[in-house]
């Protein structure tokens, strides 16, 4: 490890360890005195170096240059101090004991010091805002220090058609990099969304990973963690309101009365404020004295004149709420009557995540709010934030909810947290900005693992054509993930649900069953990534109840399908352990060429790109656009908005747009019901049949075995 | 300050140097080797001192045993580092600059690092969760390891009745302890309420104090803070998804669906979760085998029977979004017509919110938060959050809140800030637990200044009356704030609104209005402290406009009228320096013996206390009760709610329920419209009139000039 023998009274070496005071460590030999400095490579620069004279007690060093330094660094810091815990735990529990103990595994394991962690993989200590011991925020300014680094390599972990189960992508992303990491020594990040509160307390409980693969603190990972959503929902109502209120105000004062306000005379003199003045130059008017304006350009200035019906802003909660999916708002009398019909949709669905998880900068961010489309004016003009003067105070309330948040797996790797889009009315990845920090400090042999919502034919379909456009990455291997269980539905198995006991086609082997799910579902996902160029591996995720012989046939049968490996997964119960040939499987996978190309070019007609998802994606014979929807698409072609790329919001059940059509469904027609619009998130949206963006809570929730018990501080019922 | 030389192998203090290598400081002088290390005060143990032996270089250590150090280093502690700085901001800005500068000032202040601040005050590095680089939760092990330290003397900041501009309390709050500790050299804690986001954005702006008495940073301070407001609404909206969800159910389900799904069968075995458990008890059923429940066991166990029309429980937001007021909830088709009208809140007025200030304990907010009655069963019963099932939830949701948030004054003096419930239907001052580690912290020679919101016939009566009965804490000092414009409409002068020109009676001097003001509601102010046997500093808060003869008029009748000192306070030009005077006027007045008793005995009857209130507080006649005030609190009575303590909820523009009727209004009746209680929190609250508890948006919202420079990452327009 690179260490530094010092002069106390060395000029350039001396500022350096009031700076890193937190990376001293006491001399433990005395034969030379001062101490010895850990440095951060960003700081071992030529100047440095140069005031270091080699000597005997200074390792690794003077022949070293920068960019080595910190690759060696990184590949140190990656090394697990803890995973040996994870081996002792596997010892203590068993194997399988964990089917029931996610909890107790979580709390077994102590995460290091977030500071320990951040100085491992290459951060200065400038660069992290802790929150607490075990997470902390990073820094943007840590892209800007590394831009010279070379990227990693970029691996997508997507699924086949998930059944109401769940595959379980997100513990094969965690057991991936605790492989990579951990027990194959090379650098790698797993990228993973924020879990909404609303599942949490609701149906599905925490998306922490399980077993052995988990990220820790799981309580954490789970609650509030460092407030993005919080922040999100503080922003998205505040348009809320801000529409609300604009719409009484305009309703009940004169266009005088209303500039009086909106530009007030301060010790006699009006000024339009730099949000005002945006608004002026979008409404042509070239004017920046408030007495300039003529009567009809006071009246065009101060009035947005939103059509209440055309009003597309939801306000949002970060809670399973389904009574507020449609009310009734402004029935107190003090709004005079202003009466409108809307409702709430759950925080993750909110456009403004949307922007989270897309922009690549605070700057990009603060344009997008700016951007949003709130509704349309009685004229059919969108009304953005912008004109309502309220995008400068969101970029304010959202000014620490862009900086990544980083936390560590059950063996010590590192993982940021970072955004979580709802997947069926929005794009469902984490953030392009997570993942370029990752891709950054990893370092061009290291791996930085993200995971898409849903199964491949959405989740990876919008990573590919709506995140990798934005984000300007390109991906080098998809980890498809599948079940034997799932694999059985696709093959004609009965149905099953949530909670119900299983059919025992699902428990006893049955390999025609996983043949017909492997030949159908599992081939065209396999398919569908091949389409944009990328080699896939598959992960089949195996449970107790999978027989070596249905293991054996999926990984056989994948391959043949194109597959440029398979194997099984043993994380859950075996940790990284358990997913190394996985690992090794993406490192080879990894090593080939990759000829990514986007699906369709961003330039065709709106109409053309829904096409050709549809049929080259679902496999569908052709798309039907209700009237409604190709009248929204004249509207956004008219506005301007044609070449966005698009995000379809579709059931995830189905290849198919019913849920029931298991497998390839073949010979239909999509159904596009209607297309809305996120101008700020930048993406076209055809609803194909109806989202709810609204969960509700069942009769009985998970929160009825969530506790915590006061005195220990223990939080129990988490998963 | 206490430095110790260390020799590197030993056995005990090398576990220290690794816990505390954050206080690691380079040792400068190399005549010794291994370094310097700044042990916290309770790291200096006999076991700790017995290693050591005093040498040369070892100053202030062998002969100090712990206590004192504890005491020294407090004190050390809090000698401001960076107090200099505001003097020389002081040259550089020059007196008043910062009336339109208070953002400027801030921004000009570097805040000393949280851990630095920590380390000063005496807290220990695991005591410690910093949230970035300048605020951080405390931890309430912090009380368990003081309990034996004695508490220091406790100062309460109130006001006259404000007009609509207010009256600077929080400015005078900052300004005296910047002036405690930073001038005097006396230990002292200003304790906060940290602002609603609605008012940020909304009217008020910013809460940060002002000019040179000001918390640093304030944007942090103005915007999320460390979340605790973000966890009550999620907490707050969770109880209310909670509550429609289960009216759903119950409508749509049999007794015998309702239970097979509210107590599942778990392979083949069925139990009761702990919380369902209690409410069991609670029916008088005492039975934990779900299968030995009769049919009308069940019946009783699995329907709350909520009825619609009498459900208290409201969601809330931290935005002024005046639309939520009155909303009808339920219109998807989903929720099969089971609609009903409802409303949102300012998060700031949920109950949570008033827990969170009165708990003093995890347990405490615990039981409070599954005592919390959200309304009313159609048979009468009062149904609680528990009988929902979702107390350990919120239990968990609240588990960080519940620790409040070290920041620091401008000249570097700490601040805690924590809980901010709403002053009109709740108690309106800050937390228990703030104020009593902070009292621990400041040691028996030092000052722990609090805020009440409103005048002092509100915010003073309930923190006596409702915080200190909650606490146990007793007050030493009342400052009573009153500014000589404030002064000037209680003698008589016209009105003004926020926003408007002050009509030249506030500008030019009129000793008359003054001593008005000063003969009706200032003494009347005094009088109310002296009711609780507590002393009264009258601090005067001096605008550029007063004269002379005004601030000394104000001096002279206030101590005419029995309070023990009065002083002009220049905090806001000058800082602490600016707040001398009233330090050591405080200072002095706690010396003298307080005599503290409470107003009326919590035995009384429920009108008897509200009657002593109106008249000995508000000089009413007499109360007067609505047939629905009778109603209510007959029904108290008999749910055994009698003996909580009392919340009006009045407006605080008078001291009678008129906000017109401005010095000592006489020969009034109080009408008392309505009864409510906060069971969780413990009081019952009278609706004097009809409160807002959710304001609304301007024409003109402050955040048309709130910005974010995304290049500086400035903050701009947040006062």
């Known amino acids: 490890e690179a260490m530094l023998a010092l002069q106390g009274r060395n000029p350039v070496v001396q500022p350096l360890i009031c700076n890193f005071h937190c990376c001293l460590k006491y001399c433990q030999t005395l034969k030379v005195h001062g101490v010895y400095l850990h440095l951060p490579p960003a700081y071992i620069t030529s100047r440095v170096l140069n005031t270091i004279k080699p000597e005997k007690d200074v390792d690794g060093i003077s022949d070293l240059n920068m960019g080595r330094l910190v690759r060696g660094d990184l590949s140190k810091g990656f090394v697990p101090p803890i995973a040996s815990a994870v081996l002792d735990l596997l010892e203590k529990h068993g194997i399988h004991s964990d089917i029931c103990s996610c909890n107790e595994i979580s709390r077994a394991q102590t995460p290091k010091p977030v500071d320990q962690l951040a100085e491992e993989i290459g951060l200065l200590p400038e660069e992290l805002e802790a929150y607490g011991r075990s997470k902390a925020k990073v820094r943007l300014s840590l892209l800007d220090r590394l831009h010279k680094q070379p990227d990693g390599k970029y691996v997508l972990v997507a699924g086949i058609t998930p059944t109401p189960l769940g595959e379980g992508k997100s513990t094969v992303t965690i057991g991936l990099v605790q492989a990579l990491s951990a027990h194959l020594k090379l650098n790698s990040f797993a990228c993973l969304r924020q879990p909404s509160q609303g599942p949490t307390f609701g149906v599905k409980g925490g998306a922490a990973g399980g077993g052995y693969a988990q990220v820790i ?50 010790n006699g003199v009006r000024r339009f404020s730099p949000i005002q003045i945006s608004r002026l130059c979008r409404l042509g008017i070239n004017k920046i004295d408030p007495a300039s304006l003529t009567p009809q350009e006071v ?67 603060k344009n997008r709010l700016a951007r949003m489309v709130v509704g349309t004016s009685r004229s059919g003009q969108p009304v953005t934030a912008e004109d309502l003067g309220v995008s400068g105070a969101l970029a304010v309330l959202m000014k620490d909810a862009i900086k990544p948040t980083l936390m560590q797996t059950l063996e010590g790797t590192p ?18 900005l997570a993942d370029k920090l990752a891709l950054k400090l990893v370092g061009c042999d290291g791996f930085v693992v993200t995971e898409a919502g849903f199964g491949a034919d959405i989740g990876m379909e919008k990573f590919f054509n709506i995140k990798c456009r934005a984000s300007g990455l390109r991906p080098n291997v998809v980890v ?140 569908a014979d052709d798309i039907e656009l209700s009237p409604e929807a190709k009248a929204k698409i004249d509207y956004y072609n008219q506005q301007g908005y044609g070449s966005l790329p698009i995000c379809m919001a579709k059931t995830h059940l189905s290849l198919s747009h019913m849920p029931d059509k298991k497998g390839v469904p073949t010979g239909f027609v999509l159904p596009i019901r209607d297309v809305r619009a996120s101008i700020g998130a930048g993406f076209i ?11 509700g809570l069942p009769t009985r929730p998970c929160f009825y075995d969530i506790d915590l018990d006061p005195v220990t501080e223990e939080i129990t019922g988490l998963f």
């Open 217 to 266: 603190p799981m309580e954490e990972f789970n609650l509030h963690l460092t407030g993005d959503i919080h922040a999100i929902t503080a922003a998205n109502n505040l348009v809320a309101a801000a529409i609300d209120a604009r719409m009484l105000h305009e309703a009940t004062q004169s266009d005088k009365a209303l500039f009086n306000r909106l530009v007030p005379s301060v």
């Open 299 to 365: 009246s065009t200035f101060v009035r947005l004149d939103l059509d209440p019906s055309k009003i597309t802003w939801q306000r949002v909660v970060d809670t399973n709420d389904r009574f507020l999916r449609k009310i009734t708002v402004g029935q107190a009398s003090t709004e005079k009557g202003q009466i409108r019909e809307t409702g709430f949709d759950i925080a993750v669905a909110s456009e403004i995540m949307a922007i989270l998880a897309l922009a690549d900068s605070l700057v990009d961010m």
């Open 415 to 432: 993982v940021f947290v970072h955004a979580g889009p709802f997947a069926n009315i929005a794009h469902g990845n984490s953030s392009v």
């Open 480 to 619: 498809l993930v599948a079940t034997v269980r799932a694999l059985k539905m696709h093959g004609g198995g009965p149905n099953v649900s949530a909670g119900a006991p299983l059919p025992k086609e699902y428990i006893d082997e049955n390999l025609s069953l996983v043949a017909g799910g492997c030949r159908s579902n599992l081939r065209k996902q396999i398919q569908i990534a091949q389409l944009f160029g990328v080699p896939v591996v598959v992960a089949l995720n195996v449970f107790k109840t999978d027989t070596q012989a249905e293991i054996d046939l999926v990984c056989e049968i994948a391959k043949e399908c194109g597959a440029s490996n398979a194997v099984p997964c043993h994380h859950w119960s075996q940790g990284g352990r358990g997913s190394l040939e996985l690992a090794q499987a993406v490192n080879e996978a990894a090593s080939r060429p990759s000829h990514f190309k986007f699906l369709y070019n961003i330039e065709m007609p709106i109409v053309e790109k829904i096409r050709t998802i549809a049929q080259q994606v679902y496999g």
């Open 685 to 695: 949206f055809p609803l194909v049949g109806t989202m709810s963006t609204m969960p």
